[in-house]
Protein backbone atom coordinates (compact mmCIF):
# COMPACT_ATOMS: atom_id res chain seq x y z
CA UNK A 1 0.00 0.00 0.00
CA UNK A 2 2.79 1.91 1.09
CA UNK A 3 4.43 1.29 -2.41
CA UNK A 4 1.56 2.40 -4.55
CA UNK A 5 0.76 5.58 -2.33
CA UNK A 6 4.31 6.84 -3.79
CA UNK A 7 3.45 5.60 -7.10
CA UNK A 8 0.51 7.59 -7.56
CA UNK A 9 1.73 10.64 -5.72
CA UNK A 10 4.44 10.78 -8.14
CA UNK A 11 2.11 10.48 -11.27
CA UNK A 12 -0.18 13.26 -10.12
CA UNK A 13 3.32 15.76 -10.01
CA UNK A 14 5.36 14.76 -12.98
CA UNK A 15 6.02 16.73 -15.54
CA UNK A 16 4.68 15.23 -19.25
CA UNK A 17 6.85 18.10 -20.96
CA UNK A 18 9.71 16.97 -19.43
CA UNK A 19 9.36 13.24 -19.49
CA UNK A 20 8.51 12.91 -23.03
CA UNK A 21 11.47 14.98 -23.68
CA UNK A 22 13.10 12.26 -21.53
CA UNK A 23 11.48 9.68 -23.82
CA UNK A 24 12.61 11.25 -26.95
CA UNK A 25 16.60 11.82 -26.02
CA UNK A 26 16.56 8.22 -25.31
CA UNK A 27 14.93 7.06 -28.40
CA UNK A 28 17.48 9.12 -30.06
CA UNK A 29 20.33 7.51 -27.74
CA UNK A 30 19.48 4.06 -28.09
CA UNK A 31 17.79 3.67 -31.81
CA UNK A 32 14.60 2.10 -29.57
CA UNK A 33 10.83 2.95 -30.12
CA UNK A 34 9.48 5.53 -27.82
CA UNK A 35 6.23 3.72 -27.16
CA UNK A 36 8.49 0.98 -25.83
CA UNK A 37 10.50 3.16 -23.93
CA UNK A 38 8.00 4.92 -22.55
CA UNK A 39 6.13 1.70 -21.10
CA UNK A 40 9.61 0.61 -19.67
CA UNK A 41 9.64 3.76 -17.71
CA UNK A 42 6.46 3.66 -16.48
CA UNK A 43 6.77 -0.17 -15.42
CA UNK A 44 10.46 1.21 -13.93
CA UNK A 45 8.23 3.35 -11.99
CA UNK A 46 5.96 0.94 -10.50
CA UNK A 47 8.45 -1.86 -10.21
CA UNK A 48 11.38 0.13 -8.80
CA UNK A 49 10.29 3.52 -7.86
CA UNK A 50 12.09 5.21 -10.27
CA UNK A 51 10.98 8.22 -11.89
CA UNK A 52 12.01 9.03 -15.37
CA UNK A 53 14.77 10.83 -14.22
CA UNK A 54 16.06 7.79 -12.50
CA UNK A 55 15.81 5.89 -15.89
CA UNK A 56 17.68 8.07 -18.03
CA UNK A 57 20.47 8.81 -15.04
CA UNK A 58 20.96 5.09 -14.53
CA UNK A 59 20.92 4.10 -17.55
CA UNK A 60 18.20 2.17 -16.33
CA UNK A 61 17.19 1.18 -20.18
CA UNK A 62 20.39 -0.85 -20.40
CA UNK A 63 19.77 -3.05 -17.43
CA UNK A 64 18.31 -6.08 -16.76
CA UNK A 65 15.82 -7.26 -13.88
CA UNK A 66 18.46 -8.16 -11.45
CA UNK A 67 20.65 -5.12 -12.28
CA UNK A 68 17.67 -2.88 -12.17
CA UNK A 69 16.59 -4.51 -8.30
CA UNK A 70 20.23 -2.87 -6.93
CA UNK A 71 19.81 0.33 -7.88
CA UNK A 72 18.61 3.20 -5.13
CA UNK A 73 16.14 4.99 -6.98
CA UNK A 74 14.85 8.04 -5.57
CA UNK A 75 11.53 6.34 -4.11
CA UNK A 76 13.84 3.79 -2.20
CA UNK A 77 16.05 6.61 -0.73
CA UNK A 78 12.84 8.24 0.52
CA UNK A 79 11.99 5.43 2.27
CA UNK A 80 15.52 5.24 4.42
CA UNK A 81 15.38 8.70 4.92
CA UNK A 82 11.70 8.92 6.53
CA UNK A 83 12.78 5.58 8.32
CA UNK A 84 15.87 6.39 9.37
CA UNK A 85 15.67 10.62 9.90
CA UNK A 86 13.04 11.83 12.71
CA UNK A 87 11.57 15.18 10.79
CA UNK A 88 12.02 17.18 13.82
CA UNK A 89 15.51 17.75 13.79
CA UNK A 90 15.68 17.92 10.00
CA UNK A 91 15.87 21.74 10.82
CA UNK A 92 19.46 21.09 12.32
CA UNK A 93 21.49 20.64 8.83
CA UNK A 94 19.19 22.51 6.91
CA UNK A 95 19.76 26.16 8.93
CA UNK A 96 23.06 26.97 8.16
CA UNK A 97 23.19 29.19 11.55
CA UNK A 98 22.13 26.11 13.59
CA UNK A 99 24.14 23.67 11.65
CA UNK A 100 26.95 25.69 12.10
CA UNK A 101 26.25 26.30 15.79
CA UNK A 102 25.38 22.84 16.73
CA UNK A 103 28.37 21.58 15.22
CA UNK A 104 31.20 24.22 15.88
CA UNK A 105 33.29 21.86 16.96
CA UNK A 106 33.62 20.47 13.67
CA UNK A 107 33.59 23.43 11.35
CA UNK A 108 37.57 24.43 11.86
CA UNK A 109 37.33 28.16 11.20
CA UNK A 110 35.90 31.45 12.11
CA UNK A 111 32.22 32.81 11.21
CA UNK A 112 29.91 35.22 11.67
CA UNK A 113 25.42 35.33 11.32
CA UNK A 114 25.14 39.04 9.58
CA UNK A 115 21.84 41.05 10.74
CA UNK A 116 20.77 44.37 10.43
CA UNK A 117 22.25 45.44 13.92
CA UNK A 118 25.94 44.01 13.74
CA UNK A 119 27.81 45.99 11.36
CA UNK A 120 30.23 47.03 13.69
CA UNK A 121 30.97 42.93 14.46
CA UNK A 122 31.02 42.45 10.49
CA UNK A 123 33.77 45.27 10.41
CA UNK A 124 35.97 43.34 12.91
CA UNK A 125 35.44 39.96 11.68
CA UNK A 126 36.36 41.05 7.79
CA UNK A 127 39.27 43.76 8.82
CA UNK A 128 41.80 41.11 8.24
CA UNK A 129 40.61 39.26 5.19
CA UNK A 130 41.30 39.43 1.73
CA UNK A 131 38.70 37.12 0.93
CA UNK A 132 35.54 35.66 2.85
CA UNK A 133 32.96 33.01 1.85
CA UNK A 134 29.27 34.25 1.82
CA UNK A 135 26.70 31.64 2.03
CA UNK A 136 22.54 32.15 2.58
CA UNK A 137 21.14 30.45 5.80
CA UNK A 138 18.90 28.02 3.17
CA UNK A 139 19.97 26.50 0.15
CA UNK A 140 21.84 23.53 -1.93
CA UNK A 141 23.60 22.59 -4.97
CA UNK A 142 25.74 25.58 -4.02
CA UNK A 143 23.34 28.02 -5.06
CA UNK A 144 23.67 31.90 -3.62
CA UNK A 145 27.20 30.59 -2.52
CA UNK A 146 30.03 33.01 -3.16
CA UNK A 147 34.14 34.18 -2.67
CA UNK A 148 34.39 37.98 -1.69
CA UNK A 149 37.58 39.66 -2.50
CA UNK A 150 37.08 42.36 0.33
CA UNK A 151 39.15 44.91 -1.09
CA UNK A 152 36.75 45.20 -4.01
CA UNK A 153 33.94 46.71 -1.77
CA UNK A 154 33.43 49.54 0.41
CA UNK A 155 32.87 47.96 3.65
CA UNK A 156 29.49 49.51 3.92
CA UNK A 157 28.26 48.75 0.18
CA UNK A 158 29.53 44.96 1.27
CA UNK A 159 27.64 45.53 4.19
CA UNK A 160 24.27 46.22 2.26
CA UNK A 161 24.91 44.22 -0.52
CA UNK A 162 25.00 40.74 1.68
CA UNK A 163 21.93 41.52 3.83
CA UNK A 164 19.95 42.30 0.27
CA UNK A 165 21.13 39.07 -1.35
CA UNK A 166 20.16 37.59 2.20
CA UNK A 167 24.05 35.77 2.19
CA UNK A 168 23.97 36.50 5.44
CA UNK A 169 26.39 33.26 6.65
CA UNK A 170 30.10 34.30 6.25
CA UNK A 171 33.33 31.88 6.62
CA UNK A 172 36.69 32.45 6.67
CA UNK A 173 38.04 30.72 3.66
CA UNK A 174 39.44 27.27 3.86
CA UNK A 175 43.11 26.60 3.13
CA UNK A 176 43.09 23.75 1.42
CA UNK A 177 45.25 21.19 2.20
CA UNK A 178 47.94 21.08 -0.44
CA UNK A 179 47.39 17.45 -2.05
CA UNK A 180 44.03 18.40 -2.75
CA UNK A 181 44.55 22.16 -3.78
CA UNK A 182 47.04 20.57 -6.91
CA UNK A 183 43.69 18.86 -7.98
CA UNK A 184 41.72 22.00 -8.11
CA UNK A 185 42.73 24.92 -6.47
CA UNK A 186 40.10 27.47 -7.23
CA UNK A 187 37.72 25.57 -5.52
CA UNK A 188 37.34 23.73 -2.28
CA UNK A 189 37.03 20.00 -3.43
CA UNK A 190 34.79 18.29 -1.01
CA UNK A 191 34.11 14.81 0.42
CA UNK A 192 30.51 13.99 0.82
CA UNK A 193 30.72 11.09 3.28
CA UNK A 194 27.36 9.20 4.17
CA UNK A 195 26.98 7.86 7.13
CA UNK A 196 24.09 4.71 8.63
CA UNK A 197 23.38 4.84 12.36
CA UNK A 198 23.03 0.91 12.87
CA UNK A 199 22.59 0.20 17.05
CA UNK A 200 23.92 4.04 17.67
CA UNK A 201 26.75 3.09 16.01
CA UNK A 202 27.88 5.01 12.66
CA UNK A 203 28.73 3.57 9.72
CA UNK A 204 30.01 4.93 6.30
CA UNK A 205 28.24 3.45 3.30
CA UNK A 206 29.26 5.41 0.69
CA UNK A 207 31.79 8.06 -0.07
CA UNK A 208 32.63 10.74 -2.82
CA UNK A 209 34.77 13.25 -4.19
CA UNK A 210 33.59 17.02 -5.83
CA UNK A 211 35.66 18.22 -8.10
CA UNK A 212 35.60 22.10 -9.09
CA UNK A 213 35.95 23.10 -12.80
CA UNK A 214 37.21 26.68 -12.89
CA UNK A 215 34.45 27.53 -10.69
CA UNK A 216 34.53 28.50 -6.66
CA UNK A 217 31.93 25.55 -6.44
CA UNK A 218 32.92 21.92 -6.50
CA UNK A 219 29.15 20.86 -6.78
CA UNK A 220 27.86 17.96 -9.20
CA UNK A 221 25.11 20.56 -10.59
CA UNK A 222 26.80 23.89 -10.58
CA UNK A 223 29.78 22.45 -12.81
CA UNK A 224 32.13 20.51 -10.77
CA UNK A 225 32.70 16.86 -11.35
CA UNK A 226 32.15 13.99 -8.84
CA UNK A 227 33.96 10.55 -8.65
CA UNK A 228 33.26 7.31 -5.98
CA UNK A 229 36.00 7.25 -3.14
CA UNK A 230 36.53 3.91 -1.77
CA UNK A 231 35.51 3.83 1.44
CA UNK A 232 38.37 1.34 2.79
CA UNK A 233 41.32 2.49 1.15
CA UNK A 234 40.52 6.48 0.39
CA UNK A 235 41.11 5.59 -3.13
CA UNK A 236 40.17 6.73 -6.54
CA UNK A 237 39.67 4.49 -8.95
CA UNK A 238 37.15 5.28 -11.95
CA UNK A 239 37.09 8.92 -13.97
CA UNK A 240 35.34 12.32 -12.56
CA UNK A 241 32.37 12.64 -14.44
CA UNK A 242 30.63 15.91 -15.21
CA UNK A 243 26.72 16.99 -15.35
CA UNK A 244 27.19 17.08 -19.22
CA UNK A 245 28.20 13.20 -19.19
CA UNK A 246 32.36 14.00 -19.88
CA UNK A 247 34.71 11.42 -17.84
CA UNK A 248 37.86 12.89 -16.73
CA UNK A 249 40.72 10.50 -16.09
CA UNK A 250 42.77 13.65 -15.35
CA UNK A 251 41.48 17.21 -14.27
CA UNK A 252 41.45 19.32 -17.80
CA UNK A 253 42.66 21.97 -16.17
CA UNK A 254 45.62 21.05 -14.04
CA UNK A 255 46.78 17.91 -15.44
CA UNK A 256 46.21 16.07 -12.42
CA UNK A 257 45.46 12.30 -12.10
CA UNK A 258 41.90 11.69 -10.96
CA UNK A 259 42.46 7.53 -11.13
CA UNK A 260 44.79 6.74 -8.63
CA UNK A 261 44.37 9.78 -6.17
CA UNK A 262 44.98 8.68 -2.97
CA UNK A 263 42.87 11.52 -0.35
CA UNK A 264 45.17 12.40 2.22
CA UNK A 265 43.93 12.11 5.80
CA UNK A 266 41.53 9.45 4.94
CA UNK A 267 40.96 7.84 8.29
CA UNK A 268 40.94 11.73 9.59
CA UNK A 269 38.36 12.33 7.42
CA UNK A 270 35.52 9.12 8.08
CA UNK A 271 36.43 9.71 11.75
CA UNK A 272 35.03 12.82 11.14
CA UNK A 273 31.67 12.63 9.77
CA UNK A 274 31.24 9.18 12.14
CA UNK A 275 31.79 11.51 15.24
CA UNK A 276 29.63 14.26 13.91
CA UNK A 277 27.28 11.61 12.99
CA UNK A 278 27.29 10.54 16.53
CA UNK A 279 26.39 13.77 17.88
CA UNK A 280 22.03 13.01 16.11
CA UNK A 281 21.24 10.22 16.47
CA UNK A 282 18.01 11.46 15.41
CA UNK A 283 18.95 11.41 12.02
CA UNK A 284 20.00 8.17 10.92
CA UNK A 285 21.50 9.03 7.57
CA UNK A 286 23.19 11.62 6.74
CA UNK A 287 25.40 13.45 3.92
CA UNK A 288 28.53 14.82 5.00
CA UNK A 289 30.66 17.32 3.22
CA UNK A 290 33.60 17.46 3.99
CA UNK A 291 36.92 19.85 3.32
CA UNK A 292 40.78 18.50 4.20
CA UNK A 293 42.98 21.99 5.21
CA UNK A 294 46.04 22.63 5.70
CA UNK A 295 45.36 21.52 9.77
CA UNK A 296 43.11 18.78 8.78
CA UNK A 297 39.74 17.93 7.64
CA UNK A 298 37.12 19.96 8.22
CA UNK A 299 32.95 20.07 8.49
CA UNK A 300 31.07 22.36 5.55
CA UNK A 301 27.93 21.20 5.71
CA UNK A 302 25.60 18.06 6.05
CA UNK A 303 22.72 17.08 4.58
CA UNK A 304 19.34 15.17 5.88
CA UNK A 305 18.39 14.24 2.51
CA UNK A 306 21.86 13.44 0.81
CA UNK A 307 20.74 12.64 -2.63
CA UNK A 308 21.02 9.41 -4.33
CA UNK A 309 21.97 10.98 -7.53
CA UNK A 310 26.10 10.83 -7.76
CA UNK A 311 26.31 7.43 -5.85
CA UNK A 312 25.49 4.79 -9.20
CA UNK A 313 25.89 6.78 -11.78
CA UNK A 314 26.42 4.43 -14.62
CA UNK A 315 30.67 4.85 -15.19
CA UNK A 316 31.22 4.14 -11.80
CA UNK A 317 29.16 0.94 -11.73
CA UNK A 318 30.85 -2.34 -12.11
CA UNK A 319 28.47 -5.10 -14.34
CA UNK A 320 25.25 -2.38 -13.94
CA UNK A 321 25.49 -3.11 -9.71
CA UNK A 322 23.90 -0.22 -8.01
CA UNK A 323 24.66 0.43 -4.31
CA UNK A 324 20.93 -0.88 -3.20
CA UNK A 325 23.16 -3.84 -1.48
CA UNK A 326 25.51 -1.82 0.21
CA UNK A 327 22.77 0.25 2.29
CA UNK A 328 20.77 -3.42 2.59
CA UNK A 329 24.04 -5.08 3.82
CA UNK A 330 25.00 -2.14 6.73
CA UNK A 331 20.98 -2.05 7.80
CA UNK A 332 21.36 -5.71 7.73
CA UNK A 333 23.63 -6.18 10.13
Not at 102 to 108: L, S, V
Not at 230 to 247: F, M, N, Q, R, S
Not at 318 to 325: F, K, T, V
Amino acid sequence: MQKLKYVIGRIFSINLRNMFATVNRISKKTGRMRIIILIDMIWCGFKYLAGYIDYELFAMYELNAKQRETVLTRGKNDRYIKKLNDRNYWHLLQNKEEFNKKFIKFIGRDFLFLNNENKEEFKKFIINKKEIMVKPLLGACGKGIEKINVSDYQIDDLYEKLLKNKQVLLEEVVIQNEIMKKMHPHSINTLRIVTILKDSQPRVVVSYMRIGNGKAVDNFNSGGMVVPVEVETGKIKYPALDKKGELYEKHPMTGENIIGFLVPEWNEVLQLAQQAASEIPQLGIVGWDVAISEKGPVLIEANHFPGHDIYQLPPHRQNGIGILPVFEKILKN
